[in-house]
T-cell receptor, first 111, second 114 residues
Framework: AQSVTQPDIHITVSEGASLELRCNYS??????LFWYVQSPGQGLQLLLK??????LVQGIKGFEAEFKRSQSSFNLRKPSVHWSDAAEYFC?????????FGQGTTLQVKP | DVKVTQSSRYLVKRTGEKVFLECVQD?????MFWYRQDPGLGLRLIYF???????EKGDIPEGYSVSREKKERFSLILESASTNQTSMYLC?????????????FGPGTRLTVT
């Protein structure tokens, strides 16, 4: 079955520290992979996406993600977190027009 | 600028009422989607539409119906609202294609059924 797992429901990091949010997927075909961010009271905004090619993709707001086929993972990273990064982050996989979303990871940033 | 708007940010309805949630996009997108968002469950697809007057069930269609009479508008209908339909509802749209198209989301409607 197709699925996306975000193992960490809640993560707290200090401002300026590095961040890695985990995402594992199960998908029968070549996956298209997405990371979205949802700020409080807002809809979802696309951070980055991977379709093919270079397995390290750059996104907006200084985020990047690495696709590892052997591990079925697409982890999101940021070298230095800012207080404004506090939000909920969703990993998603698709291939037919529909997306399957993970459960989400809530990021809290400590001053 | 790309825009998906939803008719209400907050809505309070009584059990048994018929509820309409409206979504409008101005990007001439073929695909439109309705999701339900609940804590710990992420986003779950209720219904989607690839074209006017066309609809397909998502993962949790029970208790919901949809209408797409015009390309830009996609409505979600709760025929008889129940308390277990209290949730955040998100609308999205995208260009048609093979799945590479980014989905653009509206701000959401937080529905409370009492």
């Amino acid at each position: 079955a197709q699925s996306v797992t975000q193992p960490d429901i809640h993560i707290t990091v200090s401002e300026g520290a590095s961040l890695e949010l985990r995402c594992n997927y199960s998908y029968g075909a070549t996956p298209y992979l997405f990371w979205y961010v949802q700020s409080p009271g807002q809809g979802l905004q696309l951070l980055l996406k991977y379709f093919s090619g270079d397995t390290l993709v750059q996104g907006i707001k200084g985020f990047e993600a690495e696709f590892k086929r052997s591990q079925s993972s697409f982890n999101l990273r940021k070298p230095s977190v800012h207080w404004s990064d506090a939000a909920e982050y969703f990993c998603a996989v698709g291939g037919t027009g529909k997306l399957i979303f993970g459960q989400g990871t809530t990021l809290q940033v400590k001053p | 600028d790309v825009k998906v708007t939803q008719s209400s940010r907050y809505l309070v309805k009584r059990t048994g009422e018929k509820v309409f949630l409206e979504c409008v996009q101005d990007m001439d997108h073929e695909n439109m989607f309705w999701y339900r968002q609940d804590p710990g469950l992420g986003l779950r697809l209720i219904y989607f539409s690839y074209d006017v007057k066309m609809k397909e069930k998502g993962d949790i269609p029970e208790g919901y119906s949809v209408s797409r009479e015009k390309k830009e508008r996609f409505s979600l209908i709760l025929e008889s609202a129940s308390t277990n339909q209290t949730s955040m509802y998100l609308c999205a749209s995208s260009l048609k294609g093979t799945g590479k198209a980014e989905q653009y989301f509206g701000p959401g409607t937080r529905l409370t059924v009492t």
